[in-house]
């Protein structure tokens, strides 16, 4: 029995299935190597991409934990941690953020950066 769509489900579908291609584009992963992931067919992941089928609540949290992000990340939520200041995010905090979705190749590779960026500032200090 497949119940009738509203146009606001509608809507978190297809932002979720933008999400969902773009990270596992993101991931390098293709919709086949998703989906034998999943043990789900390649069919599945196209429609839940694109927005024109529902993905199964039970997988959700295996498709996070693939795509590296947290369930709310993959559901369009900001986690809530710790009270924040007012007003706009630092460019720094912006940067972390999307250095936190970036595959993890990626994140080791810019993390790597920053430590070497780093080591000099503080080796200048230190001859200063």
């Keep these: 029995m497949t119940a009738s769509i509203s146009s606001e489900e509608q809507v978190f579908m297809t932002a ?3 999400r969902i291609s773009a990270l596992r584009k993101g991931a390098g992963l293709t ?3 998703l989906a034998a992931a999943l043990n789900v067919s ?3 992941v196209q429609s839940w991409e694109a927005g024109r089928r529902r993905i199964q609540i039970p997988i959700l949290p295996a498709v996070a934990k693939i795509l590296s992000i947290s369930l709310e990340g993959l559901l ?3 986690a ?5 200041k007012r007003g706009p995010a630092s460019r720094l905090e912006q940067q972390i953020q999307l250095i936190g979705q970036l595959p993890k190749s990626k994140q080791k590779l810019v993390s790597e950066m920053l430590d070497a ?3 000099q500032a503080q080796q200048a200090g230190a001859d200063s």
């Design 76 to 78: 369009g939520e900001e």
């Design 42 to 44: 390649q069919q599945a």
């Design 31 to 33: 919709q086949v190597q």
């Design 80 to 84: 809530v941690n710790t009270p924040r």
């Design 16 to 18: 979720l299935g933008n």
């Design 117 to 119: 960026v780093i080591a």
